[in-house]
């Protein structure tokens, strides 16, 4: 089975606090609700996708991937995932990174065989890449699939597991790391303007996904 990560890309990845020191550049949220914004609206890529700051929580072997399976991330290898196959299922991406002028696959989910499942037009991948080299961001941010509902992650041992997120916050603050794009609601162009504060997906339009890491 071929690789389905590349796995020096993936592990060449910062870590979540490492990416959103990078985030926090002054010029970020302007092309954030700007050109990253627009390109998003103009592609109608906003109705399946959002945007990721992008990082990593493992490190992959060559013949390994981040695999979703039932709401929570498991790393696989090539067998692991034959056998998902074997069930009548496939594996595809759900989460995208930008590197080296390219828009490739990260991280993936387990879906049955005859499921749709949504993909990127090259006519947004081509753009997307542009605004974020044009404006020195290429690296930085990805592609993620929108999530149906508000969730939240946490790291288990070697699994991520995503739970709903419910806006009940009786966690232990002290051993959970907020990672969020917040929304601030503003009548500027179509939808609201997004403002990151500790980031990682963006929803174009509508509500904000929250994401919160063990």
Same mark, same amino acid.
């Given at each position: ?9 993936? =592990? =060449? ?14 010029? %970020? ?30 490190? %992959? ?9 039932? +709401?929570?991330?498991? /790393?696989?290898?090539?067998?692991? &995932?034959?056998?998902?196959?074997? !069930?009548? =299922?496939?594996?595809?991406? *759900? ?7 390219? %828009?490739? @696959? &990260? ?20 753009? !997307? ?5 044009? =404006? +020195? ?7 993620? *699939? ?9 790291? $288990? ?10 806006? $009940?916050? *009786? ?6 790391? !907020?990672?969020?794009?917040?929304? /601030?609601?503003? $009548?500027?162009? $179509?939808? @609201?303007? !997004? ?20």
């Amino acid at each position: 089975m071929a690789a389905i990560v590349d796995h020096v890309c993936y =592990n =060449n990845l910062p870590s979540l606090g490492e990416a959103d020191m990078s985030r926090q550049a002054l010029s %970020v949220d302007d092309v954030i609700n700007g050109p990253i914004r627009d390109v998003f609206l103009k592609h109608a890529t906003h109705h399946a996708f959002c945007l990721y700051l992008q990082h990593r929580h493992h490190t %992959v072997a060559a013949n390994e991937a981040v695999v979703k399976v039932e +709401g929570t991330a498991h /790393l696989m290898d090539d067998q692991a &995932m034959k056998d998902i196959a074997s !069930f009548g =299922n496939k594996v595809v991406p *759900t989460t995208w990174m930008t590197s080296g002028g390219k %828009v490739l @696959p &990260m991280e993936f989910t387990a879906i049955p065989a005859m499921a749709d499942h949504p993909t990127l037009s090259a006519a947004f991948v081509q753009e !997307f890449l542009s605004i974020l080299a044009t =404006n +020195g961001c290429e690296g930085l941010f990805g592609v993620d *699939t929108l999530a149906g509902n508000n969730w939240s992650e946490m790291k $288990i041992g070697d699994a991520s597991v995503v739970v709903p997120s419910n806006d $009940i916050e *009786t966690h232990d603050q002290d051993r959970v790391v !907020f990672h969020t794009w917040k929304g /601030l609601q503003s $009548i500027i162009g $179509i939808g @609201p303007t !997004f403002i990151a504060s500790i980031a990682i997906h963006l929803s174009i339009l509508g509500p904000c996904t929250t994401t919160k890491c063990h």
